[in-house]
């Protein structure tokens, strides 16, 4: 399986760092924020936001850059630009900064093409490899995908990648496939997205002994590197040094080619990183700090990311046209009218809600301004963030085409090999993070549209990332862990609550689980969940309460059905939230039906002002 | 917030635009700097290498890849013809003589002997670039394509399908609020560029495929009148390469909305002119909106500027602006105050808004977001 996220070389800082500018420069907006020591601590102080100049007119992603700082500047009175310099390191308390850092996806991110040769073994490892560098795969090509081989010429002709990842064979194997392979790159002699005149990086991360046929066939046609196997034997993934590489060649010449990264580069202290490998870091910095299992989403207009750590086995993927804003018209387009609709607590006829998201789609930007539109949105949301689970739980498997040794117990349980690792019993954590979750006007909007989407299951706490700031403390992490790990306890993460959610069904209104709550100051709150409740229960975020949960005879908290969980709970902005809808979750068929529930569920969590 | 408004669309009767023409692979350039140039006329030329086809010779054969050489009749770049031999084996008995012909027209690019494949591949394709819009040239960018200047009238729009193309301007409606019905098209508009109002139907979509019209200019349509006339749903707002039989723009969007007046009234003016259309559209990292190139006189620049389109500072009161999400989705007014507090709206967001005065002296608190000015002089 994949090993941890790989971080760039940590650079060499002598001077002290107590004042950090950091940016992540997005597709449209860039986004800086201010760290600041203050007494033994950092904290996040002020934030600025301007629109990314790395198309024309500007053509410089700097230009923006120093937009988003001077906004900070302003806010803060501190003085951080000298023209178009960054003052560094700090002459006194009030002017300068001690490092510049930054991460970006300005340009549509990084976008790969990987190959292998079975699709589903070293595909699918190439895939992983990409994706947890920060890549947005664009497609992948195996031996075995069905294509006719001029069909793959065609392809990797007509896509323009950034960068190229070629795997294929374990090491010592036959060479055929992957030579095979490396020949019809040779053929469709592919151009890089950005700049016509340079070669384009290929990283060849396959079978060792074909590594000199694909030198005499690639190496002149493309900037060629070699590297490890990233499937050595079939039962053991190697990732860390192809995504190492992704991560050089991202810099040395992906980067080079866009508008205005050299003086970015050169303006940086520490190596600039793809935003989604930054977010990456921060994930699993997290999982590891506090042992957990959990399942981090970043929705953003275009794409949503979905990052994993499970027994710690960090994976990500990104559902590139899953969004809310450019891609919104694509998440209705893949989750049908219907599943839209399900979640509308009123009744919006197709046409109309159908030009609704188209408008959205071509004027991004807009808010909604009524609270029809906003719920609209959070139905939206759901779907997109459902979709996304569903192809990370692809994506997120054991490796597949390894041998399992079976015993005669295994018999009646006919698993094929490469089962997800995302277990929703086994999960702790949900981290949300984009605007829709981010800036949900009441928290219990965002807490209730990751419940819906993600049906937890048994107990789980939620959090979500305050202003969109994981970015900027993944790439810090990786040359100051304390001042990341500061600003994320303290500024990042907003608790929202625990879920509590019984597996089963039953008719509304009969007995789902009974409860106790024992809170910090002693006082016990005992209560019956019904099959359709949902309930929240004030618990603040500094406080954890104990909760024992008796589910009745046919209904599963984790331990088994029927069976007592007691388990210590810890609150949040919204509280712990009581969910007695079941699991799976299945709203009524039936249109007045769905809507008097979702209409009573909203009305529990008070989810929505009452004029609406 | 730092949109505090959207740049919005260009409606202006007076621009110098420039457009940048490149090859997608290096080519040759076929004008000059200072050269005036047509918008049919090619500019530049490359030749897009053939489709490849590989064939596994030593499959076909039955023979080891590293023997395959042995049976070459045709070597690497070597030209053939379809159902040339290009291999054959060389049998004791004649009758079990295998001879592999070439599928194709075209050229042996490589023979490889660790997969036993042969490549071939078709004989180039010429692509020209054509100049699109009349102007004058400015600059050559040796090998990959020139850009263009042109004095004209602009329109953005705000979504489009189909790719570039031209036609002469022909208004079919009244007013900017009437429907265009296949009624208003006739066969007279075949190869035109037909400005309709605020909608236009299903039934009139397919009239303009059987008239034969280069492009529809039009306020809105419905989203599943466009999955129609695509035949699926477009999920990422990327375009300009749909085969409709017509490039197709709006003005306004989805939905049956007024064309603004301006727009409706600069098109007017123009009728009877050659325009430069793109359905193109791009929303996603560096904006790409369809557009009405209309090119002055002869076609020819008279302006010695360089910035092809003026730079706003931000948004005055009595700027013409549209709003462009519901419930008053298509309005257009004008700025009337912009206060600089946050005020909540009923989602209870605090955002900044704008208010905005319409024409019959009504007004109404509209968050900055939510709308966009009408550029233009």
């Known amino acids: 399986m994949s090993v941890p996220n790989s971080a760039p070389i940590k650079p060499v800082i002598t001077h002290p760092r107590n004042v950090i500018v950091a940016t992540d420069c997005g597709s449209t907006t860039t986004k800086a924020i201010l760290i600041e020591k203050v007494g033994d601590e950092y904290r996040q102080t002020y934030r600025g936001e301007a629109p990314t100049t790395v198309e024309a007119p500007f053509e410089d992603v700097t230009r923006g850059v120093l937009n988003a700082i001077a906004e900070i500047e302003e806010l803060s009175g501190r003085k951080i630009l000298d023209g178009d310099k960054i003052i560094t390191p700090c002459c006194d308390a009030k002017t300068g900064v001690d490092i510049y850092i930054s991460t970006s996806s300005a340009g549509g991110g990084l976008q790969m093409m990987v190959t292998g040769v079975v699709q589903n073994m070293t595909g699918e490892s190439a895939q992983r490899a990409a ?202 387009a893949e989750a049908g009218l219907a599943n839209i609709m399900r979640w509308v607590p009123f009744t919006i006829d197709e046409q109309s809600l159908r030009n609704r998201i188209k408008n959205k789609m071509v004027r991004p930007t807009t808010i909604p301004q009524t609270l029809d539109e906003l719920q609209i949105e959070h139905a939206i949301a759901r779907e997109a963030l459902r979709l996304a689970l569903i192809h990370h739980k692809s994506l997120a498997t054991a490796l597949k085409g390894v041998q399992q040794e079976r015993t005669i117990s295994d018999v009646f349980e006919q698993q094929q090999s490469g089962k997800t690792l995302i277990d929703m019993l086994k999960l702790d954590l949900i981290v949300g993070s984009g605007g829709i979750l981010s800036h949900a006007p009441r928290r219990v909007q965002s807490m209730l549209m990751m419940v819906d989407a993600y049906e937890p299951l048994g107990v789980t706490r939620l959090s979500v990332d305050s202003i969109f700031m994981m970015p900027h403390l993944g790439v810090l992490s990786t040359i100051d862990e304390k001042a990341a790990t500061d600003v994320f306890v303290r500024d990042c993460m907003v608790y929202l609550g625990t879920c509590v959610s019984p597996i089963g069904h039953g008719k509304d209104g009969e007995r789902c689980a009974d409860y106790a709550i024992t809170f910090p100051d002693g006082r016990v709150d005992q209560g019956q969940l019904s099959f359709g409740d949902l309930r929240i229960i004030p618990l603040a975020s500094d406080q954890k309460a104990s909760i024992t949960v008796q589910p009745a005879k046919h209904v599963n908290l984790g331990a088994g059905v029927g069976v007592a969980v007691t388990r210590e709970v810890q609150g949040g902005v919204v509280g712990l939230l009581l969910d007695g809808r079941g699991r799976p979750l299945q709203l009524p068929t039936d249109h007045d039906a769905r809507v008097a529930s979702l209409t009573r569920w909203y009305q529990a969590v008070d989810l929505y002002p009452k004029a609406g | 917030m730092a949109h505090s408004y959207t740049p919005g669309l260009t409606v202006t009767e007076q621009a110098v635009v420039r457009r940048r023409r490149m090859l997608s692979l290096p080519g040759s350039v076929l004008v000059t700097t200072g050269e005036t140039v047509r918008a049919n006329q090619a500019v530049a030329r490359a030749e897009l290498p053939g489709k490849v086809y590989p064939l596994n010779l030593a499959n076909q054969l039955g023979v080891a890849p590293d023997e395959i050489h042995e049976y070459l009749i045709k070597k690497p770049g070597d030209q053939v013809q379809k159902d040339e031999i290009l291999a054959e084996n060389k049998p004791l008995i004649k009758w079990f003589k295998t001879e592999i012909l070439s599928p194709i027209t075209g050229v042996v690019e490589s023979v490889s002997n660790v997969t036993g494949q042969v490549l071939l591949r078709e004989p180039p394709r010429v692509l020209e670039l054509l100049g699109y819009v009349a102007g004058l040239i400015v600059e050559v960018i040796p090998e990959q394509g020139v850009v263009v200047e042109t004095n004209c009238s602009l329109v953005q729009g705000i979504f489009g399908i189909g790719g570039e193309t031209r036609g002469e301007i022909v208004i079919a409606v009244t007013a900017p609020d009437e429907v265009l019905t296949p009624r208003h098209l006739t066969a007279d508009m075949k190869g035109k560029v037909v400005v309709g109002g605020s909608f236009i139907s299903s039934d009139a979509l397919v009239q303009a495929k059987e008239v034969g019209v280069a492009g529809l200019v039009i306020g809105g349509i419905h989203d599943k009148d466009l999955r129609a006339l695509l035949g699926y749903d477009l999920g990422v707002a990327i375009t300009g390469t749909e085969q409709v039989g017509f490039t197709l723009i709006l003005t306004e969007g989805f939905g049956t909305i007024p064309m603004a007046g301006k727009t409706f009234n600069l098109l007017s003016a123009h009728a009877g002119q050659q325009a430069s259309i793109s359905g193109a559209t791009q929303i996603r990292a560096g904006v790409i909106r369809p557009e009405i190139i209309i090119p002055k006189g002869a076609g020819v620049s008279d302006s010695r500027g360089t910035a092809p389109v003026p730079e706003r500072g931000g948004i005055r009161i009595g700027d013409q602006v549209r709003i462009i999400r519901d419930p008053l989705f298509g309005k257009i007014g004008e700025v009337a105050s912009l206060p600089s507090d946050l005020q909540k709206i009923p989602t209870e967001s605090d955002v900044r808004v704008m208010e905005v005065r319409f024409a019959d002296g009504s007004k109404a608190m509209i968050p900055r977001a939510n709308i966009e000015l009408i550029e233009g002089a």
Do not use: C, W
Request: glycine share 8%; no cysteine.
């Open chain 1, 131 to 332: 994706l947890g560098a920060g890549a947005i795969v664009i497609d992948v090509l195996a031996s075995n995908d069905g294509r006719l081989p001029h069909e793959k010429i065609e392809r990797i002709r007509t896509m323009r990648p950034d960068m190229i990842l070629m795997s294929g064979g374990t090491d010592g194997g036959a060479v055929t496939h992957v030579v095979e392979m490396a020949e019809y790159i040779s053929a469709a002699d592919p151009r890089p997205r950005f700049g016509a005149t340079y070669k384009l990086p290929l990283i060849y991360a396959g079978n060792k002994a074909a590594q000199p046929q694909v030198k005499t066939i690639l190496g002149e046609k493309t900037a060629l590197v070699l590297t490890d196997n990233i499937r050595p034997v079939l039962e053991r993934e190697n990732l860390a040094p192809a995504r190492n590489k992704i991560h050089d060649l991202f810099l040395e010449h992906v980067m080079q080619q866009a508008p205005g990264y050299k003086k970015l580069i050169e303006m940086a202290g520490a190596p600039i990183m793809p935003t989604p490998a930054a977010v990456g870091v921060i994930m699993e910095t997290i999982a590891k700090r506090e042992h957990l299992n959990l399942i981090g989403v970043d929705i953003g207009g275009a794409t949503t990311d979905v990052f994993s750590v499970f027994e710690g086995h960090f994976n990500r993927t990104v559902s590139a046209n899953l969004g809310m804003s450019y891609s919104i018209s694509n998440v209705l």
